[in-house]
């Protein structure tokens, strides 16, 4: 029977899986919307704004492990879509993005609302297409999600002319046979070998668990290597929730705003195992000076991210899961070390650094602390939430009082650091998880990014929640001026506009605020109780920084900490 | 130093410009660059020259198979293999200078290809060291414009480099 490019497109979504799509019409991609009008099967979430969509979507992806489906039209639509896709590519979440285009005729004519999506989205993107066939189609859409969800995974982006989807061809189901796309599971066990050899004769190991454990589902395969070899674990940003947090051998984060004792452990350890982390200048800081004395492992699904930024000794190609599952049967089955022994000396040592500098903050009572906050979420929530996060200090904040026992639990903009991330993604996950806790620790920068999202919230009935750390400045960039242009703020101080509570109940959403330490707890408790989105406008110290902090370019163990409180104040009045 | 990587390419429009992405994005150079149909014609050669250190190198290579639509990477410069490349000059010498052109073309295994009253079109095919010489002992002579197609290169079979 002859089908409708549309309706090609709609029966191969359905075939793969896909129940959402987020998205939002236009002209040229209106043969698809119409067919989701009354569709029973796809629901689709009608965000704001494109890019709304796109974050959404890539909520959806991080908390499930199931690729996110965008749906947008032509000309800015697709433009909108940009920022969304570079995220997801820089983070390796599996999006696939469909765009409208103009017809095959008058591509390349600058027709209304052209624009070479493909062209622009090639280098933020795993791979993309521009359907010209309507024959093509239920290939490329098996192909994008394949390409999307295998391999280290990313966003695929598949252009649709609107005869394609106008004109019509026989349905068909081909299997995927992409010559060129044969991605590397496992690792090769002679390399494992070389790895469990050095794992044994090292005194002082560290592992850095990165985003790759997440995506491969690896977490419990992470946690049995380091309880069997009693290695201290440090996870990235984007490993988060990889190795539980609260674990005895967790170092929290390591890098520019990772703990102490993380980034000391690293410095002084004799061999680092790097696993699924691609050694991000926020993690190694001065590349020359990082891990002087250590060998290093490194277990990556892609081959470019091995030896890109750091020297390896051990290289390993493969999916995280399967070369952890085969390493682990070898040091559980060929070695005979004491590890308890072994590592006694080293645990210690890394206890005394752990002593020296917690990752505390001065707590007030005077004026909120966004520390204080964050930690009040976790104790109310017992970290049973999903937290997603915007970019910048509240990021920072939440990643390091947030302890992430779970994977998929940590939604955050990573690599590309996208102001405006947050809010769309905890929409995103909320719909996948309606009967969990969705968080989402934003600033009051990074919030009014993407704040038309709110109505998405509204109208979807989606009960997330907003933690907005209202420090009324840019506070990141804020803090970098402090410490590095002589306290010149230029263009970082934001007022004490919008009135977010008003603002939620504009949206019908509803707003609350603590202005007091004393509130902050009650405000929590009463926005996890109501069923609605709810907006919590916390109005925190201006001038709190983002402690430890390693300057940009300095290596990992030149930290900067938090000053003593009463010099705080005294330079708090003099700028004021 | 200079390498000169060969690939199989799937032969689809938007090819050419996800390679060359990959260079630009990340500030590496092209010298040259040629492409043309394989015995297969949905695959495409394309023949590359860059240069870089050794990590360099190693990234593009790495990237370069990364790419969905390559299926196969090699860089020659690891191999024993022949390399080609072919120039068009165009020469206008005087009066006097004309047998020289000609004897030159001689020496050099070329060919007059087009002549006109004040010009010949010289093809001459070497190895980059032949076509440098022959535009360096052309140049005092008179050249108007010369046009290089880029260097191709492929493995020598059954030799393995010492």
Do not use: C
């Given at each position: 029977m002859k089908m409708t490019g549309a309706e090609i497109l709609v029966e191969t979504l359905k075939r793969e899986g896909v129940k959402h799509i987020f998205g939002y019409p236009g002209g040229v991609i209106l043969n698809i919307f119409d067919l989701l009008y009354d569709d029973k099967d796809i629901q689709l979430i009608l965000t704001r704004h494109e890019q709304g969509a796109v974050h959404a979507a890539d909520g959806y992806a991080r908390s499930?492990?199931?690729?996110?489906?965008?749906?947008?039209?032509?000309?800015?639509?697709?433009?909108?879509t940009i920022t969304g896709i570079a995220t997801a590519s820089m983070d390796s979440i599996p999006l696939v993005v469909f765009s409208g285009q103009v017809p095959t005729m008058l591509i390349g004519n600058d027709a209304f609302q052209e624009a070479d999506i493909v062209g622009i989205s090639r280098p933020c993107t795993k791979y993309n297409y521009l359907a010209k066939d309507v024959r093509d189609l239920s290939r490329i859409i098996r192909e994008a999600f394949h390409i999307a969800t295998t391999g280290r995974p990313g966003p695929v982006l598949i252009d649709l002319p609107k005869d394609v989807t106008a004109s019509k061809a026989d349905f068909t189901w081909p299997e995927v046979k992409i010559r060129s796309y044969n991605p590397t599971y496992e690792g090769n066990r002679w390399m494992i070998q070389q790895a469990a050899n050095l794992i044994a004769k090292s005194k002082r190991a560290v592992i850095i668990a990165g985003g790759g454990v997440i995506i491969s589902g690896a977490h419990k395969e992470l946690k049995e290597l380091a309880e069997v070899t009693n290695i201290p674990v440090t996870m990235t940003l984007m490993g988060?929730?990889?190795?539980?947090?609260?674990?005895?051998?967790?170092?929290?984060?390591?890098?520019?705003?990772?703990?102490?004792?993380?980034?000391k452990s690293i410095q002084e350890s004799d061999l680092l195992i790097a696993i699924g982390m691609r050694f991000d200048d926020r993690v190694t800081g001065k590349i020359d000076a990082f891990a002087p004395h250590a060998k290093i492992i490194h277990i990556d699904i892609d081959p470019t991210s091995i030896r890109k930024n750091v020297r390896v000794d051990i290289?390993?190609?493969?999916?995280?899961?399967?070369v952890l599952t085969v390493l682990n049967k070898m040091l559980r089955e060929d070695m005979k070390e004491q590890?308890?022994?072994?590592?006694?000396?080293?645990?210690?040592?890394?206890?005394?650094?752990?002593?020296?500098r917690p990752m505390t903050y001065t707590y007030s009572d005077d004026v909120i602390k966004p520390q204080f906050v964050v930690e009040k979420i976790f104790e109310l929530t017992k970290g049973d939430a999903i937290i997603s996060t915007e970019v910048g200090q509240n990021q920072m904040w939440a990643a390091q009082f947030f302890k992430f026992d779970r994977p998929r639990m940590w939604l955050t903009s990573g690599g590309l650091g996208t102001m405006g991330y947050g809010f769309p993604a905890a929409i995103g996950a909320q719909i996948a998880h309606p009967n969990k806790l969705v968080i989402d620790i934003a600033g009051d920068g990074s919030i009014q990014m993407n704040i038309q999202e709110l109505a998405t919230a509204v109208i979807n009935k989606l009960p997330v929640k907003v933690a907005i750390l209202n420090n009324r400045y840019l506070g990141m960039v804020r803090q970098w001026q402090?410490?590095?242009?002589?306290?010149?703020?230029?263009?970082?101080?934001?007022?004490v506009v919008p009135d977010f509570?008003?603002?939620?109940?504009?949206?019908?959403?509803?707003?609350?605020?603590?202005?007091?330490?004393?509130?902050?707890?009650?405000?929590?408790?009463?926005?996890?109780?109501?069923k609605k989105t709810v907006f919590m406008d916390f109005v925190v110290h201006w001038k709190e920084k983002v402690f430890p902090m390693v300057p940009a370019g300095a290596p990992i163990d030149h930290m900067l900490f938090e000053e003593k409180p009463e010099k705080e104040e005294k330079k708090l009045k003099a700028v004021k | 130093m200079r390498h000169t990587i060969s690939l199989l390419v799937e032969n689809k429009f938007g090819v050419l410009s996800r390679i060359a992405g990959l260079f630009s994005g990340r500030g590496y150079n092209i010298e040259s660059l040629s492409v043309g149909e394989t015995i297969d014609p949905q695959i495409s050669t394309m023949t590359i020259v860059t240069s870089g250190d050794d990590q360099i190198i190693e990234q593009i290579t790495k990237q370069l198979n990364k790419l969905i639509d390559v299926i196969k990477v090699v860089d020659m410069t690891e191999l024993d293999h022949v390399e080609r490349e072919m120039v068009l000059i165009?020469?206008?010498?005087?009066?006097?200078?004309k047998a020289e052109v000609l004897r030159l073309t001689e020496i050099f295994r070329g060919r007059v290809v087009d002549s006109s009253k004040t010009t010949y079109t010289i093809e001459i095919t070497g190895d980059e060291k032949k076509i440098e010489a022959i535009i360096e002992l052309l140049k005092p002579i008179g050249i108007k414009e010369f046009v290089?197609?880029?260097?191709?290169?492929?493995?020598?079979e059954g030799v393995k480099k010492s």
């Open positions: 499930t492990g199931k690729p996110g489906v965008v749906l947008v039209t032509s000309g800015p639509g697709a433009t909108n988060l929730g990889g190795f539980p947090g609260t674990h005895p051998l967790s170092l929290g984060m390591p890098g520019m705003h990772g703990t102490y004792y993380a980034n290289p390993i190609v493969g999916d995280v899961k399967r590890w308890d022994e072994v590592r006694k000396a080293w645990l210690r040592q890394i206890d005394l650094w752990r002593q020296e402090e410490l590095f242009f002589a306290g010149r703020y230029s263009h970082t101080h934001l007022e509570v008003k603002l939620a109940e504009a949206y019908g959403a509803v707003g609350l605020r603590a202005t007091k330490p004393s509130e902050v707890e009650s405000v929590l408790k009463e926005a996890f109780k109501i | 165009k020469v206008a010498p005087r009066q006097e200078d290089r197609t880029g260097k191709i290169a492929i493995a020598r």
